[in-house]
């Protein structure tokens, strides 16, 4: 079992930046895929960014590609989100996701095994 906990999320300004990291504990870190999905209010949960277990490949949704970064720290048991040039459409609960996948990077929910409770990220115009 793979416990994550997310933390950094906040109101804050259309343009602003904002940090997001999750922090995993359980289970070898390094053996699972990690990846950040967002859930606006009527809206399905979608794939954000995902990252290989080595950290060797990253994949962006488009919607976030070239504002949003994702990395991870295997001997930190961390997984982070930067995000800048933030939008009020990239307002949501961002969750934490972990899955034994194996070399590549799902966008499917169904995928991933592990989730975390969430952090709300507000963003104003």
């Known amino acids: 079992q793979v416990q994550l906990v997310e933390s950094g999320g906040r109101l804050v300004q259309a343009g602003g930046s904002l940090r997001l990291s999750c922090a995993a504990s359980?289970?070898?870190?390094?053996?699972?895929?990690m990846a950040w999905f967002r859930q606006a209010p009527g809206k399905e949960r979608e794939f954000v960014a995902g990252?290989?277990?080595?950290?060797?490949?990253?994949n962006y949704a488009s919607s976030v590609e070239g504002r949003f970064t994702i990395s991870r720290d295997n001997a930190k048991n961390t997984v982070n989100l930067e995000m800048n040039n933030l939008k009020p459409e990239d307002t949501a609960v961002y969750y934490c996701t972990a899955g034994l996948i194996g070399g590549w990077i799902s966008r499917r929910v169904g995928q991933y095994g592990h989730w975390g409770q969430g952090t709300q990220v507000t963003v104003s115009s």
């Open positions: 990252i290989t277990e080595s950290g060797g490949l990253r």
């Open positions: 359980g289970r070898t870190f390094s053996n699972y895929a």
